[in-house]
């Protein structure tokens, strides 16, 4: 069961049930992504909720890998979300509210 006061969800892709959560590594590799160097920028880039697929599947599979589970990105992008590209929105709208502590991260979808 997910701690979400540990910065973890839980998450359904590909029928299966999945924890995801953002480690300090997980965050880092966001940061190098998104092209910021420090966390208050990435707080700042990830809090309009406007990604792109590529931006969501970073986000997804750092949650992935910060929740223990050993999973390559090309799996990842051919997972399937019950919601659809709204049900991934969702989920990484739902993991940096957990991870940062704040409810203002929304989907847009």
């Not at 910065?7 to 910021?36: K, P």
């Not at 992935?64 to 990842?76: A, F």
């Amino acid at each position: 069961m997910a701690n979400r006061h540990r910065g973890e969800i839980n998450v359904v892709l590909n029928d299966r049930q999945w924890t995801l959560c953002l480690t300090l590594g997980a965050l880092a590799d966001l940061e190098s992504y998104f092209g910021v160097d420090d966390l208050p920028k990435l707080a700042d880039k990830l809090s309009t909720g406007a990604f792109s697929s590529n931006a969501l599947t970073e986000i997804i599979a750092a949650g992935l890998k910060g929740g223990g589970n050993d999973i390559s990105r090309e799996e990842i992008l051919e997972m399937r979300s019950p919601g659809g590209a709204t049900g991934f929105a969702q989920i990484a709208a739902d993991l940096l509210s957990a991870s940062f502590g704040v409810e203002a991260v929304t989907a847009h979808g």
